[in-house]
């Protein structure tokens, strides 16, 4: 019963409902995590490193670690489990991370934390040592209980996790004492860092063909080159690029660039980043329906999707190149809305000197 308890609450996290009367939470999906720190000799478990002693736990923080400063960076947990090994190629054997997300409890209430490491793990929440087992195991997921108690509002999770050799991992999800977990999310908290703005000014191209579906493997002239100042071969003659605004809420209504085109199109959009040096960051972004993009003639993602646009959907690590840096977006349009919508979130380094433009 409890497992099917489980499922539920995860299906109606997964389309944005309530955990009805929850007697679990869903594992955690994304972490800010940070490493490695040394553990040679098993040294790193007691070891008290930098994330230990923050109580701020604020984007941008970077600590001593194994080879030099290490910071922040946002990791997803397919199907709630972390796997540390990809996240730091060099350094999996002999070393230690921390694992960071915020837990947001709508009352104060105890209940606990359920969790799977490999290999050994602590657990502090709000600053205090919770739980503390120096395991040499695979992650099997609910291994291990440790009682929380949970202040209303914001609460810090914050879980060390050492590694010997071989897999480096950590899945956790909170689970019912007393109180039902109606309400209770996890948050990236101040880690999940900026974001910036909705981009609200474009170059636009189009219409052109998208008939039977072929426009999103099409290569249509933007793709090949985009030159501002020459027309290219469209639906209905030569098409230009034009200057495009939205309102504040950064929405691309293509419908309205395009009346005469509502189905069966597709369009370009282009702008310029500058950043003032290196950044990686993610690229947050939206489309009705499929999605292209392509970073410094680079294509970074790709989504054929037949769907309404909504904010931040499609979530895409990139890195910006310090200087001038070209986005050109293709959005295809079958029927009913056609919009597209963009944005950056900081996943370590700051954004701040990150701007929008467009090319003169």
């Not at 085109?261 to 499929?290: H, I, K």
Request: glycine share 10%; net charge negative; charged share 25%.
């Amino acid at each position: 019963m409890t497992k099917l308890l489980c499922v539920c609450a995860a299906l109606l996290a997964a389309v944005g409902g309530a955990w009805a009367q929850a007697e679990a939470t869903p594992y955690v999906s994304q972490w800010m995590v940070v490493g490695p720190f040394a553990n040679e000799a098993a040294a790193g478990f007691d070891a008290v490193y930098g994330p230990e002693q923050d109580k701020d736990f604020r984007a941008g923080t970077f600590y001593d670690g194994l080879g030099g400063k290490v910071g922040w960076t946002m990791a997803e947990a397919a199907d709630g489990v972390l796997n540390f090994v990809p996240l730091y190629p060099e350094h999996h054997e002999n070393v230690a991370a921390y694992a960071y997300v915020r837990i947001v409890a709508p009352k104060a209430l105890e209940c606990d934390l359920s969790l799977g490491s490999d290999d050994g793990c602590k657990a502090f929440l709000n600053g205090e040592l919770v739980h503390s087992n120096p395991a040499d195991r695979a992650c099997a997921k609910d291994s291990d209980k440790a009682k929380l108690a949970l202040r209303e509002g914001d609460n810090d999770l914050l879980i060390k996790v050492v590694q010997g050799g071989a897999d480096w991992a950590l899945a956790a999800r909170l689970t019912k004492r007393e109180a039902a977990l109606d309400g209770v999310r996890f948050t990236l908290g101040r880690l999940g860092g900026q974001t910036t703005p909705m981009v609200t000014k474009y170059m636009v191209i189009g219409p052109f063909d998208n008939d039977g579906g072929v426009g999103f493997d099409a290569e249509y002239a933007p793709e090949r080159r985009v030159d501002l100042k020459r027309a290219a071969d469209g639906l209905g003659g030569k098409v230009k690029w034009q200057p495009l605004t939205t309102g504040d809420n950064g929405m691309v209504n293509f419908k309205a660039a395009f009346p005469d085109r509502q189905e069966n199109a597709v369009a370009y959009l282009y702008l310029t980043l500058n950043a003032p040096r290196e950044v990686p960051c993610r690229m947050l972004l939206g489309s009705d329906d499929g999605v292209k993009v392509w970073l410094n003639d680079t294509l970074v993602h790709a989504n054929n999707a037949s769907r309404p646009c909504q904010a931040d959907e499609d979530k895409v690590p990139v890195t910006l190149q310090a200087g001038e840096n070209k986005l050109l977006v293709k959005v295809t349009q079958s029927a009913g809305g056609w919009e597209f919508c963009l944005r950056f979130a900081q996943t370590g380094e700051s954004l701040d000197g990150v701007t929008f433009g467009l090319p003169e």
